[in-house]
């Protein structure tokens, strides 16, 4: 990973969306199991035995949306467990890698069961989503208009939940996984428009951040990852980070970096 001088300020602070601003673990886990089932429930009581728990016990291991089908298919197939039965990395890496399906068409189809869910109860869609606390209402009380987001969600459900809750962010400002496209290509997006020297991104992805190590450590521009430690984080995913170089984040050391000015993209006068 490129060394970062954080005393500079022209470091752009970027977001992920899930698991790091929203908690949408329980909405994800109805759509996987709506697209992987062809059925529109609207609860994850309505989901087999165990399943929806292995669901949320496994998330962190999903990084593009599409995943979350091979996951689900997997604790459909296994709903008799215990709910805090967890797959290693390994395992989890083989059902994903099995699939027969590319994942364009898994995304497809996930961002396709979500748009039916929405349609047909969006109240209850938006109810099964919750932000994270403190850092939202920070976040909700300056002006975050240039917030820059950039996450394998797509847009509209993106845009749809920000307002929903409050956060006004620009549509033009969600750099989203539509098309299956990746962070990778969306960051290289963010940099062709605002042509920082360096930018600071935060997720709770160790995954994401990995891949995007790999790419950015030899390539322009200057990148800065961060895990966020109240998401979706497996139980070695702190350690993988200290070995890579991360720094660690919980909401008070990113509130500290949202109020301290020098590497935020966003204005940040009060309304």
Known sequence: MNDIDLSEKDSLLIFDFDGVLLNSVVEMSVTAYNAVSGELVTSPDNLPGNSAKLFLTNRYHVQPAGDALNLMEWCLANSTLPGNSRL????????????????????????????????????????????????????????????????????????????????????????SGDGGITKINNLLKIHSRFQRSKYS??????????????????????????????GYTGPEDQHRARQAGYPILDQGDLISRILSTKDLGIDMESP
């Open 201 to 230: 991104f935060i997720d709770d992805s160790i995954g994401n951040l990995d891949e995007l190590n790999s790419y950015f450590r030899t390539q322009e521009p200057v990148l800065e990852l961060m895990l966020a430690t109240w």
């Open 88 to 175: 290693k990395d390994s395992e989890y890496c083989s059902i994903r890698d099995g699939s027969d399906v590319s994942l364009v068409e898994r995304t497809e189809s996930f961002f396709s069961a979500r748009k039916r869910f929405v349609d047909y109860d969006i109240h209850r869609w938006q109810s099964l989503n919750s932000v994270y606390e403190p850092v939202w209402e920070i976040l909700k009380d300056r002006n975050t208009k240039k917030l820059i987001i950039l996450t394998n969600k797509n847009s509209a459900a993106t845009f749809t939940l920000c307002h929903h809750f409050k956060l006004p962010v620009l549509e033009e400002n969600i750099y």
